[in-house]
DNA sequence: CTGAAAGCGCTTACAG
DNA sequence: CTGAAAGCGCTTACAG
């Protein structure tokens, strides 16, 4: 291997200093701009590329973000935070950093070990995606570093945080619904279980208060147990017209359920989702879904940490972002 | 934001050099036990945490390695390379490594146009993830730093590449049906469109042999157009026993052909697939499938990445992981 | 417009 | 066993 050109031996060849290369390649004044184009051209030529890492020295800044995913929301069957993950990436290049992953593991989570990137200096700040523990996030709070929740949020901490707007989603899809002239609409999810499926079901009432729609008890439909594990859906005794289920993969499991029961949907009963994961065109009727904004969130999260690594002291509280319905074939008006 | 506390900071502290700091933190000889228990407890209580950057700067080594994704294998109904990523970033965590993802872009790769992690010196090898076309390979070559391929490779190209044993896992799974008392065994696949597909048909076909078995030109299915569209399956007037597909994705919708046509799986007809993804377990009843090692495939490529990292004259050729027969209902013995 | 000096925080090679 | 010196490749602040 040999030695890779530095700025140095482009200014030794133009018989100048390493400085007015910097300068120049750097676009900086102080150069003229003849000056500039011939050393450009040569570094170029050369073949030059930047050493980061003597840049990174000299600035403090390494123009890497962590993003630390706990290791339960990466499974094979979960792509949704490393599709977040990829359009971190894509933006961060974009702006001249680059994103490292950390999956929390389990033990670490418990142990509150925190991760490699940290003790090294890898990063210049954190993006959290996906929900950690209360403890790991105490911990977490002591960093000294910018930081950020992406997709969820804690009310006791003062860390930032850029969430989809379940509520607003949800409140939306259930408007569609009664202007298709649905009145019996029930909700699908355990509402006690996360946030999300607690906002939902707080967009679908408030639709409902808007519209003199009674809440009615029955039409809460469970879908899993204290621990998040799925669970037979049990349909009402009356079946509504129409059910709002918190994710695409309830909806799809009740579709199932449905069509098994002699229902035919959307003819006897329409069904709509949330995520517009792949479970939403795995079901057949596909799903009338929101779709989680992917790409805003991702592009709000960085502008926000870079931010707070131009400026520690900038603070931007809790950032909603509004998904968008995707209309497809489990809605019909009657 | 206070100071960060360096290495002269601990140094000074005891009233010693930067030197011997340097030495105790990273376990080099010339520091007297005791001194270095000492130096080390005390970086402890400071918080002390290493400056990579400079400690890259020095050694001319920036711990991070590239991974180049081309984008049409990260939509979000193809979260297999982004498990791999997820495994390369755990095991490359382990050795002191980072992984940095690029995502290859449709544009990027026709106008042959290398990621800036490339420009920027931003990391020490590249692991290329997914085929890749020819005209970018041959750009690839010319990177004088250390890089592999991993899940294709280019006969045509000198680069090491790190695959799945396609031909092997078909011929196992095959050989499977045949203890179970099949004999009429039908490939489902395109067995002109990807290597892949062709590695898993030669697999089965050489089972076929070993079992003096006839290969009947139509039991050989098509699954998808020359462009690898999907297109309607269609079943051979004479329907065989059982069915290897070329991937779990096609062994879904056959399923659900043949349920459409009025036939049982696997009490009619025995079915199986390949990758144990998503699909495998969507389908009723679930597939018995061949699950890609996707750890071993990760960790294999980097310590073959690491190696040419620390000697660039090393050399590997085409490395071959095992895959793994995952038994499930699909298959009924007869 | 151009450059000499200094320094970012480490580690290696050498001297004691 | 311990440390002074040198240098990795950049950029900033200052002098000319």
Redesign the pocket.
């Known amino acids: 291997m040999n ?6 031996d482009i ?1 030794n060849r133009i ?9 120049a ?2 676009d ?9 184009e011939q050393i450009k051209l040569l570094a170029h030529e050369m073949g ?1 590329r ?2 980061t ?3 990174s ?4 800044l390494t123009y890497n973000i962590g993003v630390v995913i706990p290791e339960r929301f990466t499974g094979p069957n979960q792509s949704f935070y490393m599709q977040v993950y990829q359009e971190i990436s894509k933006s961060l290049e974009a702006h001249g950093y680059y994103g490292i992953l950390h999956i929390l593991s389990a033990a670490d989570e418990e142990e509150l070990a925190l991760p490699r990137i940290y003790y090294e200096r890898k990063v210049d700040g954190f993006i959290l995606l996906g929900q950690i523990n209360k403890p790991y996030i105490e911990v977490i709070e002591e960093i000294e570093q910018p930081k950020l929740f992406l997709d969820f949020y804690d009310e006791h901490s003062h860390i930032d945080s850029i969430v989809t707007d379940n509520f607003y989603g949800a409140y939306e899809l259930t408007n569609y619904l009664v202007r298709q002239g649905h009145r019996q609409i029930a909700y699908v999810g355990n509402i006690y279980s996360t946030s999300s499926i607690q906002d939902r079901f707080l967009g679908y009432y408030k639709s409902l208060l808007e519209h003199n729609i009674r809440l009615q008890p029955e039409y809460i439909v469970n879908d899993r147990d204290e621990q998040g594990a799925y669970i037979d859906i049990e349909l009402p005794s009356v079946l509504p017209t129409a059910f709002v289920c918190n994710c695409d993969q309830v909806a799809y499991s009740l579709v199932q359920k449905l069509k098994q029961s002699g229902y035919k949907v959307p003819d006897d009963c329409s069904v709509v989702g949330f995520d517009n994961d792949i479970y939403a065109t795995l079901t057949e009727p596909h799903l009338t879904t929101v779709e989680v904004n992917i790409k805003q969130m991702a592009q709000t999260a960085i502008q926000s940490i870079l931010k707070k690594i131009d400026d520690p002291a900038s603070s931007f509280g809790r950032t909603v972002v509004q998904g968008k319905i995707i209309y497809r074939d489990s809605v019909k008006k009657i």
């Open positions: 030695k890779p050109i530095t700025m140095r200014a018989g100048v200093s390493s400085v007015t290369v910097s300068k390649l750097n900086k004044e102080g150069v003229s701009d003849e000056l500039k030059y930047i050493n890492a003597a840049k020295m000299r600035e403090g």
